[in-house]
């Protein structure tokens, strides 16, 4: 996540297009439209997201004759994350009435740090709302590496634990490598052993788990129905959590990728030409209305704080994409807060319950 | 590989340039010019092809001015390969003088194909000419899968063995997967292990060992002088053996990276972008002319026969693009034959003494 710096993509030299034709079919947020998924989880995911939504644009050229009224569906990744979690419940329902075992999630958390505290205390909370019994260990900052490593073991050997987290970052005297390395892939639930990346980036191979944020993205995607096969899929930021994965996730699904990074000279012209956008950066409203083809699909993975004297917090958070200009571009996107972030946790808790099974073979 | 086609890309619609320039200092060969490695081993490895050959064509705009007359430089494969041997060769002398250790490389192979039998003869042969030992299992058809994970065990607790190559296929009633599994990630100098592939994905990470034809494409780069650092890169193919591991590669180098493939709708568009193509598809001649960007580099991986009735073999061996057209329009190309080949086992060599170093830590 990037430092908080003052960006506001509002004072833009992009012409902006008009705004969008209203449909009261729609519930409108933030100047765009909220869209719900096409399809339940038993339905065929492949349904198109243009077939149904008026205020969407199918193509570069229906766009273009629609420029005047379009505007962007919005991706309701906290409505869709909301759905996993009911759907996760009734799962680990059935499974611990039919075998009698709770999926279990272990958390470590090393040191004093506020927002560890924060995001490990959301994790539980997200756990309990779903019948995923959680399990902590708090070490102080302090602690030996030898001692950390002590409690991954005794969560490797302890069968009602089936997915481990280390929550990062830990503390700097340590090897991060040697303690997430001693996880047992077996319960890698946050999937970042080099392992399940290389069965990701593998045909005919396929990981045990796939990290939780580049999961929510796809996931997304398929909710709402939106086509991903020869695609063409542009993925800005190459890191090891989101970017990479993201980018292998979507050739999986026969999309044709380019990854856009910080060496990239010509980001603007590449990104452009992409139907699929997701970025991954965390520099706020980075991605202009310019960079975007008509119609495009937009999942902005960036929850980056701007400095804003009329919240009384002093800031809001943006994503990498300025929303005000890419949602009369594209034809759907993810808003932030309430897009991709609430999918990281929801597709944590599906990596854990998903483990559950694996090791109890129950389907 | 592609099966035998007729495929002759002088039918072409494609409008052919005009010739290239006479130029006595570089030995002409299939209407193309021969440049000679700017680089040995020793110096550093960044320097720019263009700088030093006038028959190049340094950039876009560059070309355009010498279309008439440019011709693109030919990536000698055989003779950096030659190059690349004769340090193995010295480097494992050193080796043995230093501390008595001889790098080894078995090989196992199941069955009667000729064409697996001439490949590891060739990997045999390949080892004595560096004076690396060679190992060799051959085992009949019907074996079972157990016997050959006896000669995998047996191999990889022989610690004058530093390398294990599995010649592929197997027969079919063996699961390939368990077999390749079963060969120690310190020893898997092929590279294809998911652990590899996976760190080879992963910034911040490192592979014990790269992917032989891959490792070959890049260094044939590395050893012209190639700029690969905010470059834009297309990679044709996605195959686990070379197109994925070359475009991670790619990317490791700070390229900005597409994967053109058979889902891709536009190939040509895309690949008409890249300032370096690596192609590995088996497709004889698909990559036109009209694919390349004037001044690109072209790394062809592609070994396709194709019916040649004036050949007293009645076939020829073309590449994935069409030499003919590319060359007059690339600045620098790999021939087929005698480009990429020969730098797969040249890589393989040098995974192999790569590993006894590890072993031994010698440096």
């Known amino acids: 996540?990037?430092?908080?710096?003052?960006?506001?993509?509002?004072?833009?030299?992009?012409?902006?297009?008009?705004?969008f034709r209203r449909n009261t079919l729609f519930h409108r947020n933030h100047g765009a439209v909220f869209l719900r998924p096409l399809i339940s989880p038993t339905s065929p995911r492949r349904l198109s997201l243009h077939s149904s939504s008026a205020s969407s644009s199918?193509?570069?050229?229906?766009?273009?004759?629609?420029?005047?009224?379009?505007?962007?569906?919005?991706?309701?990744?906290?409505?869709?994350?909301?759905?996993?979690?009911?759907?996760?419940?009734?799962?680990?329902?059935?499974?611990?009435?039919?075998i009698g075992i709770v999926p279990g999630l272990a958390v470590i958390l090393v040191g004093d740090r506020k927002d560890s505290a924060t995001y490990v205390r959301n994790k539980k909370k997200a756990c309990?709302?779903?019948?995923?019994?959680?399990?902590?260990?708090?070490?102080?900052?302090?602690?030996?590496?030898?001692?950390?490593?002590?409690?991954?073991g005794r969560f490797n050997d302890d069968p009602s634990v089936h997915g481990i987290l280390?929550?990062?970052p830990l503390p700097s005297h340590m090897n991060e490598q040697n303690i997430l390395n001693a996880v047992s892939i077996e319960k890698d639930v946050d999937g970042f052993h080099p392992l399940n990346i290389?069965?990701?980036?593998?045909?005919?191979?396929?990981?045990?788990?796939?990290?939780?944020?580049?999961?929510g993205c796809i996931e997304l995607l398929h909710r709402y129905g939106i086509p991903i096969k020869g695609k063409r899929a542009v993925v800005i930021g190459r890191s090891n959590i989101v970017g990479?994965?993201?980018?292998?996730?979507?050739?999986?699904?026969?999309?044709?990728i380019s990854i856009v990074h910080s060496r990239t000279k010509n980001p603007e012209e590449i990104t452009r030409q992409a139907d699929i956008i997701i970025s991954a950066v965390g520099q706020p409203n980075m991605v202009r209305g310019s960079w975007i083809k008509p119609g495009a699909v937009i999942i902005d993975v960036g929850i980056n704080p701007v400095e804003d004297k009329k919240s009384p917090r002093g800031y809001r958070l943006v994503g990498d994409v300025c929303y005000e200009e890419a949602s009369q571009i594209a034809s759907a996107i993810t808003p932030v807060p309430g897009g991709v972030g609430p999918m990281t946790i929801a597709m944590l808790l599906s990596n854990t319950l998903a483990s559950s099974k694996r090791i109890h073979n129950f389907q």
């Open 1 to 19: 996540m990037a430092s908080m710096i003052f960006t506001d993509c509002s004072s833009s030299t992009t012409p902006r297009l008009l705004r």
């Open 58 to 98: 199918p193509s570069p050229s229906a766009t273009a004759s629609l420029a005047t009224e379009a505007s962007a569906a919005v991706i309701d990744g906290k409505g869709v994350a909301k759905q996993i979690r009911d759907e996760i419940n009734a799962e680990v329902s059935k499974m611990k009435d039919a």
């Open 128 to 152: 309990e709302s779903v019948g995923i019994k959680s399990f902590e260990v708090r070490l102080p900052e302090d602690s030996s590496e030898r001692e950390v490593l002590n409690s991954v």
């Open 166 to 168: 280390v929550q990062l």
């Open 198 to 215: 290389g069965r990701l980036a593998m045909r005919g191979r396929d990981p045990l788990f796939v990290p939780c944020t580049p999961k």
């Open 244 to 256: 990479t994965p993201a980018a292998l996730l979507l050739q999986r699904e026969d999309a044709t």
